[in-house]
């Protein structure tokens, strides 16, 4: 008769040669990944059907003017969807005045951050109004750490005060 070691040594070898059977046999039949070459000469063209699509799927994103993410100078994740939406705004309206901050999660994975700047001093401009979109990254090291958040999308309007407009440059004018 084996001792409990023995057996638990056994079970143990056994299951490793079982796992890296089911290793090798996974990867040998899996399907080869197809690339397809996208570069086509008309690519400005897709970007602007991708544009209108994109407004389609996010209608709320319409009257939005979309900030690229290349051109803020904070992190795109953290564990805060509100610090981290205000450390991206940050760099990009520093006017003063008053902010309002709205956090809601229409998904479990999902953040929409919505900051209303209200300019002090300013003849043209009622509000600026920033929207900013975040899915889950993962977790850090520990389960129970908070999930870590990643901006996807940021955007900005600005609305103008009653006898001014809004011209193509996106600035309200008298």
């Known amino acids: 008769m084996l001792s409990g070691k023995w057996k638990f040594l056994r079970i143990l070898l056994l299951s490793i040669f079982i796992t890296a059977a089911t ?45 690229p993410l290349t051109s803020l100078n904070s992190s795109l994740q953290g564990s805060d969807p509100k610090t981290l939406a205000l450390n991206a705004i940050e760099d990009v309206g520093e006017e003063k005045g008053t902010r309002k901050v709205e956090v809601i999660y229409p998904q479990n994975n999902q953040a929409l951050v919505t900051i209303t700047h209200i300019p002090q001093n300013s003849a043209s401009v009622t509000a600026i109004k920033y929207r900013v979109e975040m899915n889950t990254f993962g977790r850090s090291l520990l389960v129970s750490s908070p999930p870590v958040w990643e901006i996807i999308w940021a955007g900005s309007q600005i609305q103008c005060k009653p006898g001014s407009h809004q011209s193509k440059s996106l600035k309200c004018e008298i």
């Open 23 to 67: 290793s090798v046999y996974i990867s040998q039949h899996q399907p080869p990944a197809t690339v397809v070459n996208t570069e086509t000469p008309e690519k400005s063209q897709f970007s602007v059907i991708q544009h209108a699509e994109n407004h389609l799927v996010y209608p709320e994103r319409v009257n939005y003017q979309s900030i």
